[in-house]
């Protein structure tokens, strides 16, 4: 029931940049898409470049819209 609602907020959020936290991680990034229950993050890495991080729906804790 929970999932649902997240997956909505997330789908408004995309563009945003956010705060993911799971039981292991905290990952702050842009959030560029939700696809197959799937959140991938884009983070900002040294000299101009990008990584990437896919986080499972289901492993998220809380996220905060920064």
């Given at each position: 029931?929970?999932?649902?609602?997240?997956?909505?907020?997330?789908?408004?959020?995309?563009?945003?940049?956010?705060?993911?936290?799971?039981?292991?991680?905290?990952?702050?990034?842009?959030?560029?898409?939700i696809?197959?229950?799937?959140?991938?993050?884009?983070?900002?890495?040294?000299?101009?470049?990008?990584?990437?991080?896919?986080?499972?729906?289901?492993?998220?804790n809380?996220i905060?819209?920064?």
């Amino acid at each position: 029931m929970y999932e649902k609602q997240l997956i909505d907020e997330l789908l408004r959020q995309v563009g945003s940049d956010i705060e993911v936290s799971t039981d292991t991680v905290e990952v702050e990034g842009l959030l560029e898409e939700i696809n197959s229950n799937i959140v991938t993050l884009v983070e900002p890495l040294e000299y101009g470049s990008r990584g990437y991080r896919y986080i499972p729906i289901e492993a998220i804790n809380f996220i905060r819209v920064l």
